[in-house]
């Protein structure tokens, strides 16, 4: 779907991201990223304007577009 490939382009583009998976279905994305490199704050924001809410697992911060 276009909306997977959105998200997946936009979580790709984030430093020190190293593969992406999103599933439609479940609603979820899977990374793999360097943090040396990147930060889960960059995946967030990589997110933004894309999807309504992104949750890190394991973290309690949301972010509502």
Not at 13 to 42: I, M, Q
Not at 46 to 64: C, Q
Request: proline share 3%.
């Amino acid at each position: 779907a276009s909306c997977v490939e959105h998200v997946r382009a936009a979580l790709a583009v984030v430093p020190g991201v190293e593969a992406v998976g999103v599933d439609l279905a479940t609603g979820r994305a899977t990374v793999r990223y360097d943090p040396t490199v990147g930060s889960l704050a960059a995946l967030r924001d990589g997110l933004d304007g894309f999807v309504e809410r992104a949750r890190v697992k394991g973290g309690d911060d949301v972010r509502t577009a």
